[in-house]
């Protein structure tokens, strides 16, 4: 069975830029996350999707950070305009179930490392 | 508000020896789980296990095993006769069971096991 697939793995822009990341998750899973991995951190939730639809963007930083999956299985993170502070790892995973529970474990992706300069 | 502390940052052993990385958690939830991911070079999350708070049975599995006491809202891990393949950061989670799913990761400990 194929992994959470995610592009580009690497991705250096300039501070202001624009950069779009994506995600592919495993075949059938419903629930699809998006996580920022700051160096020396842990994960942190960016937005969470059940299917098509947002469950959970409170930490998305609404003003430059925007996600899609719109046709409910793969998905985009966008950030516009970059900053410095978003150096950092940003993580795709996806569960069949989105609450916690059987079948709610999260498989991860290897992830996109951002540096912004 | 739920949170995870893994007070130890870094953690150097050598090869066979046996190694325990804590874990203590903070939540109001009366169900939750808790979760353990390993992040080799390599920078992808492996799961490890899952443990729901209703279930405080150890569980072993080969050379890892856990330990769940909720009377001191610890989930600790140990690794026995370590090997260099384990040196990773090891991450603990915490979900509420009755939010969306969303993890809670503690600040991670980095295990380096030296041949």
């Known amino acids: 069975e194929a992994g959470v697939a995610q592009s580009p793995r690497y991705k250096i822009i300039e501070k202001r830029q624009s950069v779009a990341f994506w995600c592919n998750p495993i075949s059938g899973h419903a629930t699809l996350y998006w996580y920022q991995q700051i160096l020396g951190q842990g994960p942190k939730l960016l937005i969470q999707?059940?299917?098509?639809?947002?469950?959970?963007d409170s930490q998305l930083p609404k003003d430059r950070f925007s996600a899609e999956r719109l046709k409910g299985v793969d998905s985009t993170l966008k950030i516009q305009p970059a900053k410095l502070e978003d150096s950092a790892v940003y993580l795709c995973a996806s569960s069949l179930v989105g609450a916690g529970g059987p079948r709610s474990e999260q498989f991860f992706g290897p992830g996109t490392r951002l540096t912004v300069l | 508000a739920q949170k995870v502390t893994q007070a130890q940052t870094e953690i150097s052993v050598v090869e066979k020896e046996d190694v325990t990385l804590d874990c203590v958690y903070e939540?109001?939830?009366?169900?939750?789980?808790l979760f353990w991911y390993k992040q080799p070079p390599s920078g992808e999350l492996v799961f490890l296990i899952r443990r729901n708070s209703f279930d405080e049975q150890n569980e072993i599995s080969g050379r890892y095993s856990w330990n769940f006491q909720k009377s001191t809202s610890s989930f600790n891990f140990t690794i026995t006769a370590s090997q260099v393949v384990d040196s990773a950061v090891y991450f603990c989670?915490?979900?509420?069971?009755?939010?969306?799913?969303?993890?809670?990761f503690g600040q991670g400990t980095t295990l380096q096991v030296k041949p």
């Open positions: 989670a915490l979900s509420g069971g009755s939010n969306t799913g969303k993890l809670i």
């Open positions: 999707f059940q299917n098509n639809g947002v469950v959970d």
């Open positions: 939540t109001r939830d009366t169900t939750y789980y």
